[in-house]
């Protein structure tokens, strides 16, 4: 910062006043040396005065006025620019910090590259994400129309004629059917979640009895694959909650029903309550594959899958953990998970305690 009295030579009249005293010093110099040379007796210091006195001040004129004309008004159209263009994105408007114009207007492009690099950051990131987004979509419902597509061709080609493919095909193309209906169900869950200004319905609920009645729901799944789902202690009491329920038990649908998906045959899942002093901490924890740690931080995103080829076989829309952050985060609580290779994973959220 250039203090007061210091010589700046960004100040078109301080750089005009230094260039004049620099021709006219050059300009002396030359005169003595030529008095010196071819006549040293005539040498006038008087005449030398006038000389400097009118080089000085015709000089200082010539720099000031072509420093500003050619050089400081463009500079100041520049920062009127930068400054108009900075408050019609809702900057408020301030007064100039100093009469420094080029330390200005530089200070200006500089803060102004930062804030543009962010946003060209940012625009790239959601570039990317919609490129992906919008990948991930195609392939999620590319791959039961394919299949419909197939069975159709197979019964167009003659298997209709056989009554045990006619029925095997068509209940096929069913399942995928249902697929892509359970993906758009789920897309227009979600975008209602991020777009919608409605708040859950809070009331008090018994997250314990909740629990059982979608255990209850998923028993047939899990007893396909011979998997025992049991609390952490046998809770004998009602856990009162603040929330909705509706939201909470579809949280814990999809909670459950991944854990049931992507865990093998004769394995367990354990569901436990911990009071929290303000809150209830809710886990469900599954004896699976677990989730690599570079995995973890994306967990929850759109149509992220751990094992893309495994997932997929599985079924599934791909936004059911999605959905339950968005639901957890309605509630103004938080969703967790931790896992471990090989091991099984946990995944834990808060609910408010009703009081």
């Avoid at 004309?69 to 930068?82: G, H």
């Avoid at 408020?92 to 930062?114: C, F």
């Avoid at 699976?288 to 973890?296: F, N, S, Y």
């Amino acid at each position: 910062m250039t203090q007061k009295g210091d010589f700046n030579y960004t100040n078109p009249r301080q750089l005009a006043f230094f260039l004049a005293i620099l021709l006219t010093l050059l300009i002396s110099l030359l005169y003595y040396a030529v008095s010196l040379i071819f006549d040293n007796e005539h040498f006038n210091i008087r005449e030398l005065l006038l000389i400097d006195t009118v080089m000085f001040g015709a000089t200082y004129f010539i720099f000031e006025y072509v420093l500003r004309k050619f050089i400081y008004d463009k500079i100041r159209l520049i920062y009127k620019t930068i400054r108009k263009r900075k408050l019609q994105i809702g900057e408020k408007p301030r007064v100039a910090r100093s009469t420094d114009l080029i330390r200005e207007v530089n200070e200006e492009v500089e803060e102004w590259s930062k804030e543009h690099l962010k946003e060209v950051s940012l625009l790239k990131d959601q570039e990317a994400f919609r490129r992906e987004y919008i990948g991930n979509i195609s392939h999620e419902l590319k791959n039961p129309i394919f299949n419909i597509q197939g069975y159709l061709y197979s019964l167009l080609d003659g298997d209709i004629d056989d009554p045990k493919l006619e029925r095997k095909y068509l209940k096929r193309a069913n399942r995928n059917i249902e697929r892509i209906i359970h993906i758009i169900e789920d897309l227009d869950t979600i975008s209602e979640l991020e777009v919608s200004d409605i708040k859950p319905h809070f009331i008090k609920f018994d997250i314990l009895a909740l629990t059982k009645e979608v255990m209850e729901l998923m028993e047939e799944k899990a007893g396909e694959k011979r998997m025992e789902m049991y609390f952490r202690t046998p809770y004998s009491t009602p856990i009162w909650c603040k929330g909705d329920p509706h939201k909470i038990k579809q949280v814990l649908v999809n909670l459950i029903e991944n854990a049931i998906k992507y865990s093998g045959k004769d394995t367990h899942i354990k569901i436990s309550f911990f009071d929290m002093d303000k809150n209830y901490l809710v886990e469900i924890t599954d004896e699976g594959p677990g989730i690599e740690e570079q995995d973890l931080p994306r967990i929850f995103e759109r149509f992220y899958r751990t094992d893309k080829a495994r997932s997929r076989q599985t079924g599934g829309s791909g936004l059911g953990l999605s959905i339950v952050k968005h639901i957890i985060e309605a509630h103004e609580q938080t969703i967790n998970v931790r896992s471990t290779p090989g091991v099984g994973t946990t995944f834990a959220f808060t609910l408010e305690k009703y009081r």
